[in-house]
């Protein structure tokens, strides 16, 4: 009987070492290049460049992601390769600094700059299987003292090989909503 108890006890423990290493947070680092072909619902500057570029590192603590939006024109009376689907800022945006969000699955709130308007940024990461959910909120008072806010979410999936990250973003606050799919090859 102690036999019995020893051997469930044990398979139990290897059982729990497999669903805990199988749970294990997706490593997202790399750099990532998009597949136009495969993305829908771009922004007229991720469809006029050559070449859009993310990359992402990656530690136990945080996840920062930089774009880089190569050739093309920039849209009209905006800056250029800020992280997102569309919408902006408008001119006299800063240029575009990598997002960063905290892996504890807690809020970070920071100040922010726009020019002569200030205001709060918002961001937190929720990590559920193998994805990795992003939000991000922008609140500001502009210069006529009109409160603006932004928010986008972005979901972070992998390919089981690794090789295929796949970003199903969201954003609203601009002129009107915006639903993209991005969808990356690894470089």
């Known amino acids: 009987m102690k036999r019995l108890f020893l051997i469930a006890g044990l398979m139990a423990a290897f059982l729990l070492v497999i669903v805990t290493a199988s749970a294990q947070k997706a490593n997202f680092a790399g750099t990532w290049s998009m597949d136009k072909a495969k993305s829908q619902g771009l922004s007229q500057r991720m469809q006029g460049a050559d070449k859009v570029t993310w990359t992402i590192t990656q530690d136990d603590k945080t996840i920062a992601i930089d774009q880089k939006v190569e050739g093309g024109q920039p849209p009209q009376g905006g800056g250029g390769g800020g992280t997102g689907g569309g919408g902006g800022m408008g001119g006299g ?25 200030t205001g709060k ?11 990795l959910d992003l939000s991000r909120k922008t609140a500001f008072t502009g210069q006529d003292g009109t409160e603006r806010v932004q928010t986008t979410t972005q979901k972070l999936s992998l390919s089981g090989d690794g090789k295929t990250l796949t970003v199903v973003y969201h954003s609203e606050g601009g002129r009107a909503p915006v639903d993209s799919t991005y969808v990356f090859n690894k470089q």
């Not at 940024?121 to 994805?131: D, E, P, Q």
Request: charged content about 15%; proline content about 8%; aromatic content about 6%.
């Open 93 to 117: 945006r800063p240029p575009a600094v990598p997002q960063t969000y905290n892996l504890d699955g807690k809020e970070a709130t920071s100040d922010i700059n726009f020019g002569q308007a």
């Open 121 to 131: 940024l918002t961001t937190k990461a929720t990590a559920s299987g193998g994805n």
